[in-house]
């Protein structure tokens, strides 16, 4: 152990935040830099965890992170995630991990902690603006659909049945380019009542989530075979427009993703309210996939979506996925 006792002495007077830990996830060592940036006090060292103080909706990210690391050469770990201080307050940090070799054995990992809350938060607020500019545009789009041509498609169809009684007394010919006309116009009407309603839904605004949800899932009965089942502890109340809005993007996008992809035969979409948070659950018994493919296949656009409006709230978000067991989304936002 003489070489970790030369690494914590080189690292205590370094102007980043340093900690050490051993192949069990001890902490054996954090210089002072570490300490003030978590504004944690562990008491005696030896004894503490590396996990203590990692946000508990994360540590399951970072640990299958660290362990897909581990299996690749050379090893470099290199994330950024949110730590839970003692005073219940959350700050983002960027930490890169490297292996402690001795003569070929692992004696354990070195942690450079930088503390990014600043610049995640600057990000995140940018984030928050975009996706509300683009919320703002298709609202703006749907309405034109709806309100404009939508009537005027109306419009057409009511004086064209106004007249179908005269229509009756022309040629069969007519008659059916007279109906087919109509018909063509009608469902017309419904597409772009559908389209609108797709690109903003009102009932959002009207309903909220919850029953939002329950009539998407009363409508899949109609065209799939999947079994959904909607479960939620919020009775009559509401959570914010904007949390409200992006949680229904996301449960969109992961029940279309399970209609293409999953070949499920169940579903499960849980939304529960804490005093300070709400945690939206989304689990199918489908075919899973491969975490580490993400980022070459049809899904990437669809999952970089929900990431981005879960990082708009505020929100983390976890995926987690195996071949032949499913997939689990995790989505934790606080009550704003």
């Known amino acids: 152990m003489d070489k970790l006792k030369e690494i914590k002495k080189a690292f205590s007077y370094c102007p980043l935040g340093v900690n050490i830990f051993n192949t ?7 210089n002072d ?8 006090v562990l008491g005696d060292i030896e004894s503490a965890k590396y996990l203590d103080v990692i946000h508990p909706n994360d540590i399951d990210n970072v640990l299958s992170t660290w362990k897909t690391k581990m299996e690749i050469s050379p090893y470099e770990f290199d994330m950024t995630y949110r730590l839970k201080l003692i005073d219940g307050k959350v700050i983002w940090v960027n930490v890169k991990s490297r292996m402690i070799l001795d003569n070929g054995e692992l004696l354990g990992f070195i942690d450079i902690v930088q503390d990014k809350s600043e610049e995640k938060n600057y990000e ?8 509300e500019s683009e919320d703002m ?8 659909l709806h309100d404009g041509l939508g009537q005027n498609l109306t419009a057409a169809f009511l004086n064209l049945e106004t007249i179908r009684d005269k229509v009756s007394s022309l040629d069969i010919e007519a008659v059916e380019k007279f109906n087919t006309g109509v018909n063509f116009i009608s469902e017309a009407i419904n597409e772009t009542r559908s389209i609108a309603h797709n690109i903003m839904p009102k009932a ?6 919850t029953i939002t949800v329950e009539g998407m899932i009363e409508g899949l009965k109609e065209v ?7 479960y939620h502890n919020l009775g009559e109340s509401r959570i914010s427009a904007a949390t409200e809005f992006n949680l229904y993007r996301i449960t969109q996008e992961a029940i279309n993703n399970i209609l293409k992809h999953s070949e499920a035969k169940q579903a499960t979409i849980q939304l529960i309210k804490h005093e300070t948070n709400v945690i939206l659950t989304i689990e199918d018994d489908g075919v899973g996939f491969n975490k580490e493919k993400i980022g070459k296949g ?4 669809g999952i970089n979506s929900m990431i981005n409006r879960a990082n708009s709230i505020m929100a983390s978000i976890n995926i987690d996925s195996h071949v032949n067991q499913g997939t689990t989304l995790t989505i934790e936002a606080p009550i704003q």
């Open 224 to 230: 799939s075979t999947i079994v959904f089942t909607f």
């Open 204 to 209: 959002i605004d009207d309903f909220g989530f």
């Open 24 to 30: 069990s996830l001890d902490l054996v060592y954090a």
């Open 298 to 301: 049809s899904m990437d656009f």
């Open 124 to 131: 995140e607020k940018i984030l928050t603006e975009i996706m």
């Open 137 to 144: 545009e298709r609202r703006r789009f749907a309405n034109e």
């Open 33 to 40: 830099i570490y300490f003030n940036l978590t504004n944690t």
